[in-house]
């Protein structure tokens, strides 16, 4: 109480009565809905006797649990340097896929004679195409059966011709 300008007692409604209450206290009463303070008795000015012991005790306790700026910093600037760490890998995760990318394209534009950029237009296109030649719905198997029925022509032609010389 030395140190107070003023000193109350906040208590529930009809918890004491003003007449106990020492003179220089003051008393709020809490009451009603929302629990809504009402002064009850007014207390009065006292003379606080601040001094600089107790000023530097309320000053300690009130940096206790706190953190210094420069750690502050530090710990910002570490995190910071991780970041980095980690975006660099990733972008140099990704230039090798991109590099690996470029020499698989460079090999396909070889074997195919396509310039896949200058095919892009139709990349669409060329994909399904691609599709059907991996899928096998075009090549040897479809080319065999058209040379098969040739063949079945000129098997025929054939017996025809020999027919023919013979009479």
Known sequence: MQWCNRWWLVAPKEVC??????????????AGTGNRLYRKKQAPLLEAEL???????????????????????????????????KFQKEIDDAK??????????????????????????????LGEAVKMVLDNRVGFDYEIGGLEKELEKLKALNVAIKANLKL
Do not use: H, M
């Open 17 to 30: 009565a003003i007449d106990e209450l020492p003179k220089n206290w003051g008393y709020f009463e809490v």
């Open 51 to 85: 001094n600089l012991s107790f000023i530097a005790g309320l000053l300690r306790r009130s940096t206790e649990g706190t953190i210094p700026v420069s750690t502050l910093w530090n710990e910002v600037d570490k995190a910071k340097a991780e970041i980095r760490v």
């Open 96 to 125: 090798k896929t991109l590099e690996t990318y470029k020499n698989e394209v460079g090999e396909f534009e070889k074997a195919s004679g396509l310039e896949v950029l200058a095919s892009w237009r139709k990349g669409k296109e």
